[in-house]
């Protein structure tokens, strides 16, 4: 007999779920178990999946779906659970999720206005000649209810009952376009095709679950999908099935700390609202560091001293980059394991164990903490750092005016005092003139000047303040242009972000910046504000900006520093060799592309490495559910082979892959061990390593995705938003070959990560929701 299920309440605003009753029917434990099995399958082999998996509907399913001595390479994704997800008014919407659990519009195309739903359903019915008038109604009466078609999102009906621009039409789309490579959307619903079984679950006292069964067993009739058996979850649920459990509406009143109990909850749920939990890493990797005599960092900085939360340190940054190390303090570091400690920058000669760690340092990251607190989730400031001038950048944000800023540097004052200026690649030269040019040096004295601390800060802490932040360090520290990027970059080690229109009116500024820089001036009155004649202003537009810049070469940002050994960036990037020399980079690996200054085989050697296939791995069930090599006597038949050429030139060791595209068909699976080995030996030489492909986001994030999944012991979401995070404004965009193959290196990997997340589904529908925010 199984073992009652209970719902065991964590604080005081959870409740359990009302216990329910009905005919097919399926309890937790029994959940728990199919899902348990179902983690325990290895996915099966890339070339089974694909290019299936780019939502091809010429086949309703893979090619090799109906043989029977097959049926088990399809283990991983028998099981679908969707949540019946009509609003309880007790409880918060997006808590009471279950582990591996969809929403309807994961898999259903949602209802427009555009057509009627009698219309398009009785239109799609047509077909079922046996279907009566009652059915008919009751399938239009669930799909008002839950305002969704009965049609998947692969439905070729999608072109025509879906107005939705990313809309798949599939009469005229092939899976060879390259717009299909990254259809992260669609897995869920082709996850579902591929299911043998659909568990549909809520949380509501009037249950509707058997009515959205009735619209998922519509949706695979009418896509000619084999028959699947549906399960409603009825008794209470055990804690290890939830993934947020319920929590009432009301405990939002109660909020002890800067985080409610259901912010805690949801960032412990790495399969669900990842939007929420990239903006905490954001928060968390940009918070306010010292820069000199100022501080920068972002938004949820102000709101915290708004808040009045400070720490009881005391802060020993002095914005001194001698100094301004960023190692990880003692109680950070006990925080993580020996590999990580192994991470902080070994090669900056760190000297202070208080300095907050760099922003790309695992020890200022969430994605390895378990013990969620306001002082783990947040870099909450000491009381020595109580801000009084906070400068707000943002983007259509104005300059202050002019005379406001006049007056607060002739007399400063004691209260707080907040100004705007416009976001980071908002100020072109078209928008200099005279009072302009005037504002923004005077923003410079005033920061210089100020006789109290100052916080620069936007919303994600580096894209908005990166123009003001750099023209400062000019006028304040009398360098170049190219010297503050690298300074910034190197010394001070505060992400930053300059559009190329930045670089342009900072090149031209340069000159002004530096006439006035405090430090040519070192006997002017601070308190009086500085003012520009006209023929100096004019003399701004006739400046050529130098052309032998290392930096500005490379027309765009600097590459991206992921850890302290590893960076991540362009073809245009490795193309450079005096920039990278300049960031103390000595290995370059390139991944599908040549680099034109390196000689081809010049001192080569060729390195073959056997790696086990999938289909070879056995997977074992233990705590933590870990997956390991089968130790068989395996043939040139299951074994893939590839070899590596290793150049030295020019004093950099170049690891090449060829013959690798981001074309949705090329495999990086078979090579991704031998690349990670070329890191490794740079890691323990104590080097850095250039990673990057053609544009920086897709074949090359990919290895620095599974050199973050190695190195910080974690499973792929986790390594996948601590890279995407810090590639700053460029957004990372695997295909989803690369990623299913990612999936499939963490079943060979084992990472001891207790919230890995093993579907294929969540994974995607996770990425998929992150995108949508800027893609």
């Known amino acids: 007999m199984m073992p009652e299920a209970t719902f065991k309440r964590q604080n005081d ?121 009652s059915e008919i109604a009751q399938l239009i009466d669930d799909c008002v209810l839950f305002e969704t078609l009965p049609l998947l999102k692969t439905d070729p009906f999608h072109s025509v009952y879906n107005s939705q621009s990313n809309s798949v039409k599939n009469n005229y789309q092939k899976w060879k376009q390259p717009n299909t490579f990254r259809r992260f959307d669609l897995q869920p619903a082709l996850h579902f095709h591929l299911s043998k079984l659909c568990v549909v679950y809520c949380i509501s006292n009037s249950c509707s679950c ?15 999908l084999p028959e699947c058996q549906f399960k409603i979850l009825r008794g209470e649920i055990q804690d290890k099935l939830w993934g947020t459990p319920p929590i009432l509406l009301s405990s939002l009143q109660n909020k002890k700390g800067l985080c409610s109990e259901f912010d805690l909850a949801t960032f412990k749920n790495w399969d669900r609202d990842m939007y929420y939990t990239e903006r905490l890493e954001v928060s968390k990797m940009s918070s306010a560091s010292k820069v000199e005599n100022i501080w920068c960092g972002n938004s949820t900085d102000a709101e915290i001293w708004k808040m009045g939360r400070f720490s009881n340190e005391v802060s020993d940054e002095n914005g001194d980059p ?31 164990n208080k300095i907050r760690p760099a922003y790309y340092e695992p020890s200022n990251s969430i994605v390895k903490e378990t013990d969620l607190r306001d002082s783990v989730l947040f870099s909450i400031p000491p009381k020595s750092n109580d801000w009084r001038l906070f400068i707000n950048c943002f983007e259509s944000a104005q300059l202050p005016p002019l005379d406001k800023v006049v007056e607060l540097i002739r ?34 004295h005033l920061l210089h000047s100020y006789p109290q601390n100052s916080l620069l800060f936007s919303p994600d802490g580096y894209t908005e303040t990166s123009f003001l932040l750099v023209a400062y360090l000019i006028f304040k ?11 910034l970059h190197t010394d001070y080690k505060r992400p930053f972000f300059l559009f190329m229109v930045d670089i342009q009116v900072l090149a031209h500024l340069e000159t002004l910046l530096r006439q006035y820089s ?45 850890l302290p050994h590893l960076y991540l960036g362009s073809l245009k990037h490795a193309q450079c060799p005096e920039m990278l ?55 040139p038949n299951n074994q893939s082979t590839s070899a590596i050429n290793i150049t030295e030139h020019d004093g950099f060791r170049v690891c090449h892959i060829d013959n690798l595209g981001d074309n949705g068909m090329d495999p990086m699976l078979h090579q991704l061990d031998m690349v990670l080995n070329f890191i490794d030996d740079c890691y323990k ?41 810090r590639r700053l404004n460029i957004i990372i965009q695997p295909s989803l070959m690369f990623v299913y193959e990612l999936l499939k290196w963490q079943e060979l990997l084992n990472p001891s990560d207790p919230d890995i997340i093993w579907d294929w589904n969540m994974a995607c529908r996770c990425i998929a929701q992150l995108n949508s925010n800027y893609i």
């Open 477 to 487: 520290l009398d360098k170049s242009l190219d010297d503050v990027i690298f300074a």
């Open 581 to 635: 020399k300049k960031l103390g980079i000595k290995n370059i690996v390139s991944v599908g592309e040549s680099v034109s200054w390196c000689r081809p085989r010049a001192h080569t050697f060729n390195e073959e490495v056997k790696v086990p296939l999938a289909q070879d791995m056995e997977r074992r069930r233990s705590n933590s559910l870990q997956a390991v090599p089968t130790t068989t006597n395996s043939t």
């Open 13 to 133: 605003g959870v409740s359990p779920a009302p216990l329910k009753r009905a005919r097919d029917t399926i309890t937790s434990e029994e959940v728990w178990q199919l899902l348990s099995n179902e983690w325990r399958s290895p996915l099966p082999d890339t070339s089974v999946m694909f290019p299936w998996l780019h939502g091809d509907m010429q086949e309703v399913l893979p090619e090799s779906y109906m043989d029977e001595t097959k049926s088990h390479d399809f283990d991983r994704f028998n099981v679908s659970i969707v949540r019946s997800n009509i609003k309880e008014s007790k409880y918060i919407e997006n808590s009471g999720l279950l582990k591996s659990s969809l929403e309807i519009f994961d898999i259903l195309l949602p209802y427009t206005k555009e057509h009627s739903i009698d219309s398009v359903i009785r239109d799609v019915l047509k077909p079922f000649t046996s279907v009566t008038e």
């Open 411 to 444: 007399i400063p004052e004691n209260s707080p005092i907040w100004l705007t200026f416009p976001s980071s690649g908002s100020i072109g030269l078209g928008n200099l003139n005279l009072e302009s040019i005037q504002t923004i040096l005077n923003i410079c």
């Open 518 to 562: 405090p430090l040519r001036n070192k006997d002017r009155d601070p308190n009086i504000p500085l003012t520009i004649d006209s023929d100096t202003f004019s003399k701004i537009f006739f400046i050529k900006p130098p052309t032998n810049s290392p930096f500005l070469k490379c027309k765009g940002p600097l590459p991206s520093r992921i």
């Open 322 to 352: 001698n100094n301004n190390c960023n190692n990880s303090d003692d109680n950070i570091n006990n925080n993580v394991d020996e590999n990580i400690k192994g991470l902080t920058s070994s090669q900056d000669n760190a000297t202070s």
């Open 685 to 725: 030489r104590d080097e850095k390593v250039f990673v990057h492909c053609m544009v920086g986001v897709s074949r090359s994030a990919t290895v620095c995705i599974a050199e973050c999944m190695k190195r910080l012991d974690c499973g792929l979401l986790k390594a996948y938003l601590y890279v995407r995070v």
């Open 210 to 224: 058997e009515r959205l069964v009735n619209i998922l067993r519509w949706s695979r009739k009418l896509a000619k």
